[in-house]
């Protein structure tokens, strides 16, 4: 990467047309924020989030009509009239799973998922150490073992640390698209395939990413996604579980509804006698949203992905801070730009000034705010503490294990994390607004 040239001494820097020298003068762009400058970006969207914001007349009339039905129950709709159905259909065609079950939530999904793909009591699955406390949790509800392998530079599971938490207990690995980056598929499927090992994806935060023109959710043995409110598509709570075979996929569903099998009687193609089960089905009333949100899709990250292009082109024209690797530029869902300063300090320093210059950016990890999208602040987990009073399932009699978390356990994620600058990215930004922050990250990259 080259330097990008630094404005001299009296000159203005690049600004977008719609500003007018007489509104910011050169000696405020050159002035960081932070320091008493004036800011950059004033025009700001009104919110950050994606799926939220594009509600309106098609999810209200879809809802209306759900309702004035009188029929909230999916079973009880053929699959004309359920709207959950109506979903499925569509999203099978969008993540060309072969099957697809809605569902009540991201963390429903991926229980389903690891039910699906046999995952049981005392048996350990692989999580990264960067993602929601809720893929740990997923495991931890069944008794199964949440091992947690370190991230890299993509900021999602690092492969090669994968295949040596590998034990003759891992069962499932669990690789998570977060913040709408793909995973590096190809390495992963690939370790699991020498292993024999399955791969259910955790997809909550990259609905509509791909690797390499492939779909996620679908390169995996089953998929998991979220279309709870902070989504990118939402249906307020509400998410799916994909899977690639019909026993998998049975499984599941079974497992989503203690009652499954009794609505599916007439139906009369399972591949499984009726287990225990849970209550994870979807309402009409999600269903309904969830229907009209997956419609738009596409179109937000069509939009996003143009104002990363953006942004990046600045990011990437400066030496003094690395672009987050992408292990697939295309299928990135770009609803986040990330990249990582020299060292710690130095990134917080960058998120403050950008902070200040009016952009929605700040550092990824800080041992002060208890995010739990990194294994540093779960609590519960690294503390080994679950509803079942014996103590399972790290203190499981019939299956014994030694096994201890410590905060310090993945330190190179810890590093990137600790080096990692975010700026959220959402659809509703105005082209204005995005030439300003491009502004803003040439005046704060040349001088911090």
């Known amino acids: 990467m080259c330097i990008a040239a ?27 924020a932070v320091a008493g400058g004036t800011p950059c970006v004033t025009d700001k969207p009104g919110s950050y989030l994606h799926g939220p914001q594009e509600i309106g007349d098609e999810e209200i009339n ?4 759900a309702l004035r039905s009188k029929n909230l129950f999916r079973f009880f709709k053929g699959a004309e009239d359920s709207y959950v159905a109506k979903f499925e259909a569509e999203f ?34 692989i999580v990264p150490a ?4 809720a893929t740990a949790a997923a495991a ?50 690939a370790v699991a ?35 709870q409110h902070f989504k990118i598509i939402t249906a307020g709570e509400g998410g799916a579980f994909v899977a690639r075979d019909k026993k998998t996929f049975d499984r599941g569903a079974c497992y989503h509804d203690s009652a499954y099998t009794f609505w599916k009687e007439r139906d009369n193609d399972l591949t499984i006698e009726p287990f225990l089960g849970q209550n994870f089905r979807m309402s009409e009333l999600e269903g309904a949203v969830a229907w009209a949100q997956i419609q738009k899709r596409d179109r937000i990250l069509a939009r996003t992905r143009s104002i990363k292009k953006k942004l990046m082109e600045v990011v990437g024209s400066f030496d003094n801070v690395t672009p987050q690797r992408m292990p697939c530029v295309e299928g990135d869902c770009s609803i986040a730009l990330a990249f990582f300063g020299q060292d710690a ?22 041992k002060g705010i208890p995010d739990r999208h990194i294994f ?27 096994f201890e978390y410590t905060k310090d356990m993945c330190p190179k994620s810890l590093e990137w994390l600790n080096r990692a600058v975010s700026c959220s990215i959402t659809q509703r930004m105005s082209d204005e607004h995005v030439d300003s922050c491009c502004v803003a990250l040439k005046k704060v990259l040349s001088q911090v």
């Not at 879809?62 to 009509?65: I, N, Y």
């Not at 994806?201 to 995996?220: C, H, R, W």
């Open 193 to 227: 395939k020498k292993h024999n090992i399955p791969v259910l994806e955790d997809v909550a935060q990259a609905n509509g990413g791909a690797f390499k023109g492939q779909p996620l959710g679908s390169i995996g043995d089953a998929g998991a996604f979220s279309m």
């Open 345 to 366: 300090d130095h990134a917080k320093r960058i998120a403050e000034a950008l902070g200040a210059e009016g952009m929605a950016a700040g550092t990824t990890f800080s």
């Open 140 to 189: 931890l509800s069944l008794h199964a073992i949440p091992v947690i392998c370190e991230v890299d530079d993509t900021l999602t599971m690092d492969p090669d640390d994968l295949e040596r938490r590998i034990t003759p207990r891992t069962k499932l690995i669990c690789p998570v698209h977060m913040r709408g980056t793909p995973s590096q598929m190809d390495r992963i499927m």
């Open 376 to 402: 540093f602040h779960w609590d519960y987990v690294m503390a080994k503490r679950t509803s079942d009073l014996h103590g399972r399932p790290w203190n499981d009699p019939d299956r014994p294990v030694n």
């Open 130 to 133: 960067y993602t929601y406390i």
């Open 6 to 32: 630094v404005e001299k001494p009296g000159t203005l820097m690049d600004q977008p047309p719609h500003w007018s020298e007489t509104a910011m003068t050169s000696t405020d762009l050159e002035k960081l």
């Open 62 to 65: 879809a809802v209306t009509d």
């Open 92 to 125: 099978k065609k969008l993540t060309q799973a072969e099957y697809v079950l809605a569902v009540n939530s991201g963390t429903s999904g991926l229980i389903c998922g690891m039910v699906g793909l046999g995952l049981s009591s005392g048996d350990e699955v």
